[in-house]
């Protein structure tokens, strides 16, 4: 199971970027996947997550209204859509994934796959 990030970078204050997410490995399988995101001496949080069928999507609040996750299930690639980005969305975000039928989890202990993470920094 790999899961390869990508779309990360600079931009300034309100600017936006789109994350992606390429999960290969799998076979067949039922996963939900989520982004989380660490900033440098915080603990990994939850961003947003989608359920193996995309038709349930959950966000944190700090980003609601602004991120927007979304997933191709044909090839497999989760995306983050992320505008009007602040300051304090700078981190490195990451991809998970866990094998389940049920909506994405919040916490990072529930997934055993994690991509190797893209930094995203938001100028003032």
């Known amino acids: 199971v790999q899961l390869q990030a990508s779309g990360g970078g600079s931009v300034q204050d309100g600017g936006s970027l789109k994350l992606s997410c390429a999960a290969s490995?799998?076979?067949?399988?039922?996963?939900?996947m989520a982004w989380f995101r660490q900033a440098p001496g915080k603990e990994r949080e939850f961003v947003a997550g989608i359920n193996w069928a995309g038709r349930f999507v959950g966000y944190t609040d700090s980003v609601k209204g602004r991120f927007t996750i979304s997933r191709d299930t044909t090839k497999n690639i989760v995306s983050l859509q992320m505008n009007y980005l602040k300051p304090e969305d700078t981190a490195i975000y990451y991809c998970?994934?866990?094998?389940?039928?049920?909506?994405?989890?919040?916490?990072?202990?529930?997934?055993?796959?994690w991509g190797q993470g893209t930094q995203v920094t938001v100028s003032s």
């Open positions: 998970a994934a866990q094998k389940t039928t049920a909506p994405a989890d919040t916490s990072p202990g529930a997934y055993p796959h």
């Open positions: 490995g799998f076979g067949v399988g039922i996963f939900a």
